[in-house]
């Protein structure tokens, strides 16, 4: 089956008439990927209804209808801004093979506001003979025709959105819906109308069999057991709904709290110990700036002659190096006149006794010009030692001042920070108000959790006595009816139910494993951990998932981050779409939710281009971005992109070529 184009007319958002080509192909080549891309509100979950209306009608379990009757549905989807003589319309044209051969028909719901009967007008349109309106056999017949192409019981498997992954991953057991379809598939539906109808023609051959005495108690027990089964799916109601304002309850109870924290509700419970940390970082503040004051009234103030006090010491060493020098002179001048009279004494010639003489004089003159700077502060070395003491401990007091102040800078950002927080505390009125509202929500809560408690214990209680009554009704059978060959009937019925039991237990493990490795097969190859999980187990009465590693140990789905319950979720619905052994399409609304870069690479590449020969994603510009469009590009994945553009002006919806990028 293939779904070729979606006409919409005056329908939702979508005024006027807009047409979407939704064939699998550019220039004849096969590209499974039909794109339209739109932001939230744009009319993405309308366009889903569309196709799920125009195929099932009545029965279509779309998004918005919610307990609304099918005709009040129906005005709620006409346009509010068409003309009055303008009719509602949505199209949709698809081939399938019948009787190997290819067949294109276009079904045509019309309606205006306040249909008659309650029911839209139905059409069919043979495509392949000019669009000839079919006569009213194929109209009258519709719903058991479009059952043999796409079941409605399996339909969420192929036309589902990310509200219902993000379900299936959330819950421990799979939803209603999930687990009707997998019946479906399973065949389970059969066998349980066939043990149904088999109690029924049990019961009433009871009756045949009875006397008057023992019809009496039999009638009794069944209409025991009739009101109770009656009372189960009643309570089965009332809990439903308890369920859902209990699911309500709790989304306003976390909005309750969310206000709470952004309107500063959070931040006045806090003031008290906010303000105190205030007052302990002021006394820091005071401590670190009587610190400072105390170095201050030391020996930093010398900081300012710092450069003065260099230079002196630099000063005072050189000329304490002149003194040593002079020194040194003058013992080397009493040593020249030593070593001159030695000379003179060891009759040297004259001309070589001048040579000595001579460059003595000579060196002296050197020695006496270099030592002929002035001092100025004749500083001895004990004086310099001390000078070098103050440097040292000034550069200790600058350290410490230094530090000082960054600490001072820390804490007054500090006590600024503390004094925004208070700032933006909400006031005391407005605190109790938001403190009543988070505690109504709870309060609230916690009476629905109490009804929803209360209702589940009656319907394990009304359980119990059906049961029980059930068993009475066989055992009185059993021990009062034996004596007509009517019996034939009922011993028979029982083998019968036995072997139905028998088989609904067998084909349910034989196809249950076939569906376990499918949804391994799928989570394996979605998922780029692929040594997390080895196998997949699915409970025969839940159908709840078990997650089992290499060494069959197994794992709590609690280690799985929320992109890869998502991934399992979805190689769950493509596990089963591909166990149904249907070739459909499949349509998916926001595909990709919280999935990570990881996880979004490996459902781009890997899970759209293969579920199915036709794809079409409803998705905003968050979740297939211009690099996810670009890979899918690369891969010629894609054979058509549209771009719902929705006008905040005028409220309307149009249908334009091309994608965000």
Known sequence: MIFLELVLENFGPYRGRQVVNLEPKNDDNPYPIVLLGGMNGGGKTTFMDAIRLALYGHRAQCSTRGNLSYSDFLNQCINTHKSPVDKTRVELAFEHIENDKPARYRIVRTWGKNPKDGKDHLGILDIRENDEWLD??????????????????????????????KELAEQEQPPTVVVEAIRALLGLELAERLTVDLEILVNRKRKELADSKELANLEEIEKQLTELQEEYEETKEVEKQELEFLKQAEKNQQE?????????????????????????????????????????????????????????????????KIQQQQVARDVLVERDERLLNLINQLNIAKNKFAQIKTFLDEDLDTRNASLQEKLWLQADAETLSKAGNILYYLQNAKNNATQQLKQLT??????????????????????????????????????????????????????????????????????TIQRNSKENIIDASTRVQETLKLFRERLTLRKLNKLENEVTECFRYLLHKSDLVHRIVIDTNTFSLSLYDLNSQPVDKHRLSAGEKQLLAIAFLWGLARVSGHRLPVAIDTPLGRLDSSHRSNLIERYFPSASHQVILLSTDTEIAQKEVKTLRKNEAIAREYLLQYSQDTRQTTVEAGYFW
């Open 136 to 165: 009213e056999g194929l109209v009258n017949i519709w719903d058991e025709y479009i059952e043999n192409l796409l079941p409605l019981g399996i339909s969420n498997l192929f036309l589902f959105d990310g509200e219902q992954v």
């Open 256 to 320: 309750a709290f969310d206000k709470f924290l952004s309107e500063g509700g959070k931040i006045a419970s806090e003031s008290s110990q906010l303000e105190q940390q205030k007052i302990e970082k002021t006394k820091e503040v005071d401590n670190i700036r009587q610190e400072m004051c105390d170095l201050a009234a030391g020996i930093l103030p010398v900081a300012l002659i710092e450069p003065l006090l260099n230079q002196a010491q630099q000063r005072g060493e050189a000329e304490l």
């Open 410 to 479: 820390n804490k007054e950002e500090d006590i600024i920070s503390l004094e925004r927080q208070i700032q933006a505390a909400a006031a005391p009125e407005d605190y109790q108000k938001l403190v009543d509202l988070v505690k109504e929500a709870q309060e609230k809560v916690t009476d629905l959790k109490s009804n929803c408690e209360t209702v589940t214990r009656r319907l394990i209680e009304l359980q119990t006595e059906i049961d029980k009554l059930k068993k009475d009704l066989t055992e009185y059978s059993v021990k």
